[in-house]
């Protein structure tokens, strides 16, 4: 499975945008890159999917690059409620598993 | 909105017991999946469910057994709990296995074993 690399921490402040990146230089051209996150004391929750053209959903945008070897997940303003650990996953139609790595924790200050 | 719901949000059990996690979910999903969460370690896959009675093992599935006997729910069986087995465990459905497929996860279950 292609593997994904991520800082490990990441600090913005309250309002501003946030760009979380990350690394998959292994990534094949069926792979689909999705962005999962978890809140303290709760399970993660999905925040979005793409392939090859940058996404838009209610909670983020998803800009891949052209090459797909790395992408960056956007929070346009963030709140103290998006101070989570952001997991980048490589996914392919053939895998039901999620790989996960040790994710990106994001700290929001006021 | 999918509700994936696990029994007890924290469990405190003795060397040896046998410990059942149970794990339900409310919008028809095939695939069930339970992981352990470790510091350091992160999500790691121990068994998942594609199916009514039908299971597969994951990453590290020494020491667990699981049962489905009903679609929407999918246990997870320490037969003989040990400290070891000490850490945080989610569920998770989805509804099918498809790239573009979403997880769902429960709010987790930290069980320590004394």
């Not at chain 1, 690394?23 to 978890?38: L, P, V």
């Not at chain 1, 409620?81 to 790595?101: E, F, K, M, P, T």
């Not at chain 2, 996690?21 to 469910?49: A, K, T």
Request: charge should be neutral; hydrophobic fraction near 30%; aromatic fraction near 10%.
């Amino acid at each position: 499975d292609a593997k994904t690399t991520q800082p490990n921490s990441m600090e913005s402040n309250e309002e501003e945008p946030v760009h979380l990146p990350c690394n998959h230089s292994t990534i094949s051209g069926t792979d689909y890159i999705h962005w999962y996150r978890q809140l303290p004391s709760q399970g993660p929750e999905y925040v979005i999917h793409g392939l090859t053209s940058n996404v838009n959903n209610r909670m983020a945008s998803l800009a891949i690059a052209e090459d797909r070897k790395s992408s960056t997940l956007i929070l346009h303003r963030a709140t103290l409620r998006d101070a989570a650990v952001y997991y980048c996953i490589l996914r392919d139609h053939s895998n039901y598993q999620l790989i996960w790595g040790a994710g990106t924790k994001l700290i929001i200050k006021p | 909105d999918v509700k994936v719901t696990q029994s007890s949000r924290y469990l405190v059990k003795r060397t040896g017991e046998k410990v059942f996690l149970e794990c339900v979910q409310d919008m028809d999903h095939e695939n069930m999946f339970w992981y352990r969460q470790d510091p350091g370690l992160g999500l790691r896959l121990i068994y998942f469910s594609y199916d009514v009675k039908m299971k597969e093992k994951g990453d590290i599935p020494e020491g667990y057994s699981v049962s489905r006997e009903k679609k929407e729910r999918f246990s997870l069986i320490l037969e003989s709990a040990s400290t070891n087995q000490t850490s945080m465990y989610l569920c998770a459905s989805s509804l099918s296995q498809g790239s573009t497929d979403t997880q769902y996860f429960g709010p987790g279950t930290r069980l320590t074993v004394l």
